[in-house]
């Protein structure tokens, strides 16, 4: 069974509340259309009813009437929610007024209602920029116990026969968000992989945080970043198998990590690749992708207190489907792991 079929099974026994804020948008229907006719999640679609009834029509999806609709611009749905809001930003100033007016877009909307226990995940980003995603989930949602950055993921599935990973998988990160993480943050990172990594792809995480030297082969600030946010993950997960400063063959290739590291826990036996920074891990999963046959998963945002995940405007249907399932596994984790 491969990674999306684990996921869909995993979804279907416990189903979540989607929420998908951009209700009218073609690709984001035709998603949906496709996860309620298949059992996955209980879908929400924020819009206004008539207007989501008459795409859906034009797209003969005949279903959609079996998601949730929640008009934004209704007094009523604003007077439930707006109160939440302002009680979250009133420290920053905000008026009620002010709350009212936000509470009427879509992408705090579904925050809010998430907020509220109202639903589990979001999906968004078909129409929104990123920026827009992450603020309103930063303002609403914020960020786990012990953790103030959020960060992107990739599953890396790797070809057939592959010996390394687990099951042919590996996580890489940060891939997607924080340019030049410092050291606390490198350290927030490969924590948050290592539940990503138990949430998503199932494995019992064994954490690498790479460098350009193993276990100081090389002396620099960049190494002692790697040094340093190493001390602290460990200190912020005693019980998670994780080492640094690693080099990626030390981290991956059993012989190369018993020469170099050999009384690390990890070494040669990682799944979870944690990159020194954004540079490093992005030009990392895309060489894989494009050079390796390796498929790229995500990015998966972690690190909020609840799922929400930020799709390209250039989606297909099929990659808002699969970022569908992707969030209920990631809101099933969390609840099993509270």
């Known amino acids: ?51 989501i009834k008459a795409k859906a029509e034009e797209l003969k999806l005949t279903n959609i009437e079996n998601a949730t609709i929640v008009d934004p611009t209704d007094e009523q749905v604003i007077d439930r929610y ?60 914020k960020t786990m116990p012990g953790i103030n950055v959020v960060s992107g993921a990739f599953v890396m599935v790797l070809p057939e026969g592959s010996a390394f990973g687990t099951n042919g998988l590996l996580i890489f990160a940060d891939c997607a968000v924080i340019p030049d993480p410092t050291a606390a943050e490198l350290a927030q990172i ?10 998503i792809a199932g494995m019992d995480p064994r954490v690498a945080i790479l460098s350009f030297s193993t276990k100081g082969s090389a002396k620099h600030e960049k190494v002692d970043k790697v040094i340093e946010a190493t001390k602290i993950a460990k200190e912020m997960a005693p019980f998670l ?36 920074n954004l540079e490093v891990g992005n030009i990392a999963y895309k060489l894989c992708q494009r050079l390796g046959g390796v498929e790229a998963v995500g ?14 405007r250039g989606c297909f249907p099929e990659d808002i489907y699969k970022t569908i399932i992707i969030t209920c596994n990631q809101a099933i984790g969390l609840k099993e792991n509270k």
């Open 1 to 51: 069974m491969g990674l999306f079929e684990k996921l869909t099974a995993k979804a279907k026994s416990s189903r979540q509340r989607i929420v998908l804020p951009e209700g009218t948008e073609p690709r984001t229907l035709t998603a949906a259309a496709r996860i309620i006719a298949e059992g996955i999640a209980d879908i929400i679609l924020i819009g206004k009813p008539e207007e």
């Open 82 to 141: 707006a109160p939440l809001f302002f009680e979250l930003r009133k420290s920053k100033g905000i008026s009620m007024e002010q709350a009212r007016k936000t509470t009427a877009d879509p992408l705090y909307l579904g925050c809010l209602m998430i907020k509220n226990g109202d639903a589990d995940g979001q999906v968004a980003g078909a129409l929104n920029t990123t920026g827009n995603v992450l603020r309103a989930a930063f303002q609403v949602i």
């Open 190 to 199: 490969a924590v948050s992989s290592a539940q990503t990594a138990r949430d």
């Open 241 to 276: 198998a994780l080492d640094g400063e690693l080099q990626a063959d030390a981290a991956l290739v059993p012989s190369v990590g018993k020469s170099k590291a050999p009384d690390s826990p990890i070494a040669g036996t990682a799944n979870v690749l944690v990159f020194p």
């Open 299 to 312: 990015p998966v945002l972690q690190g909020l207190a609840a799922p929400v995940n930020d799709l390209s």
